[in-house]
């Protein structure tokens, strides 16, 4: 998945309570929420793994 601020790809990022997405170019962080509709397939899949995602 791609940011949406400067076109890197994103990277699911799981801390102690929180995932996000984390552009590795600009650093820019996604809430999952934010971005669910433009979710792609292996996102999606990576998502899968987690049990519960919180939205905070």
Do not use: N, W
């Amino acid at each position: 998945m791609k940011c949406k601020e400067c076109d890197e790809t994103l990277k699911v990022q799981r801390r102690c309570r929180q995932v996000r997405l984390t552009c590795s170019g600009c650093k820019k962080e996604y809430q999952i929420h934010e971005v669910a509709a433009e979710l792609d397939p292996e996102t999606e899949a990576e998502l899968e793994r987690f049990t519960c995602i919180i939205y905070d």
